[in-house]
């Protein structure tokens, strides 16, 4: 029997299933409490309420669309197979953080952070850090998943709340990601837009480096205001020495670090320098006694601190100077500071292996089957197709695509098609847009594709970027979200010196695009 060929869907009907699917989502995964009493939202993990929401997108596409079951069948797995370089990634970092911690790669670069950075400069600090490194690298995922773990120990040593340091680190990451011409986004916006990669990267200066100068000012300003610019020198001396006790700290713990840096420096793929990284603090735990079998539970299952583990949970301050056997010693009135600081190194080291990034890979699939499903039933091209019938204007024209990357980045789970998607939606429009004689260059597209449809991605709890950098930094999205400044105030600035007419790069009408 055949099969009756799919339809179109209107767009009343595309417009019906994606507030549905925002309702589940959000229903599920928000916990919101009014001064009344009441509460919005279920607080769940966004695993089940995604896949409610691909349940029932598929359902509408049958009966919308008509579409088959094999169709979208085969949707769902084209839209896995987007993520599977990102998994692998996932996995291999697991690998290395599991590694990293074990050998004391980590604990090394918090112990001598702790005695570089001071309080006032460390939000600032951590920005430029991350966006040198990034630039240098190409790669927000390889930042956040090496110095930006180590950060995350710094802050916390310093008393800055875990959040904001995370979301000051993913504003640099994303910077050096967004301007590098390393990274494959900043190759790939061009590409889909038509434009050429040092045009693309100078145009996006006029947006994204106001951004930066906004946000290194509230970095500053927050750091200050978190920590009166004094450090807690007991505190940060509780840490060194715990950290001391457990792991080995010397020097050679910045050759891992050194060793991926270098390797994504001279263009080595992704994988094969975390598992280089991984590989050369696997051999530095064996040179420190550490057996093979706990080498391998460390790469699987992650690190599990011990001694550390054991002071947190000591009954008064003699049980605890036994457990360090004197690699330091600890008076009666610093117990409670002791146990204090000892659990927070517990809940920040206890992290990694393969297993410790499963939840966030199932998350990746699942969002990334909504969005194959979406995607082969047409719901997201019909609706972006009628926002850029209204369109009039160049603000309108960069508008739309600002909020079309957004719209992407959560309904179909990832970045790569939050460029490709609005980008060739948009690239008629912006060929086609003619004014006093001059039309739009191709950087424009390519830029506003970046503003938002890179930017944005890590703001989204089940896109593939936002449950990366929530796995490997262990905070959730929703709670660094309001401090990665720049990957939402980039959009606004973009939006802003669109409207004043600065920054806008034009081209004589009879001149060809840069190819």
Known sequence: MEQTSAKTPTFGQALFVLLVDAAIISYGVLDIHFESGAVFGLALSAHIPLFLAAVFTAIMGAIFVGKPWREVEEGMINGITVALQAVLILLAVGGLVGAWILSGVVPTLIFYGLNLLSPQYFLLASL?????????????????????????????????????????VISGA?????????SDTTNLAPAVAGSELFTHIRAMLWTTGPTLIIVAGIAYYMGSGYTGGEMDASRISIIQQLMSAEFSISMYGFLPPLLVLVLAAMKIPAIPGIVAGMLLASVMALFQGISIPDVMSALYSGYSPSMIAEVAEAGDISSVNELLKGAAVFSADAFESVKEVAGMLNGLLERGGLTGMLGTVALILVALVLGGIMETCGFLEVLLVRLMQSVKSVFGLVASVLVSCVFTNMFL???????????????????????????????????????????????????????????????????YLPYAFLNYLNPLVALLMTRLGIGIPWIEAGEKKAE
């Not at 994303?174 to 390393?182: A, M, N, R």
């Not at 690239?427 to 191709?442: I, R, V, Y």
């Open 413 to 479: 789970g990832d970045q790569y098609l939050a460029l490709v998607m609005p980008g060739r939606m948009f690239k008629p429009a912006f060929e086609k847009f003619e004014q006093n004689g001059k039309k739009l260059d191709p950087s424009l597209l390519s830029r506003s594709l970046e503003d938002s449809g890179t930017l944005t991605s890590v703001l989204v709890p089940w896109n593939t970027c936002g449950a990366y950098n929530s796995g490997v930094l262990g905070v959730p999205t929703l709670s």
């Open 128 to 168: 430029l850090i991350c966006a040198i490194v990034s630039l240098s690298t190409g790669s927000s995922w390889s930042t956040s998943g090496t110095v930006g773990i180590a950060l995350m120990g710094i802050g916390a040593g310093l008393g800055v709340p875990a959040p904001v340091t995370a979301g000051f």
């Open 174 to 182: 994303y910077f050096g990601d967004k301007i590098s011409p390393l």
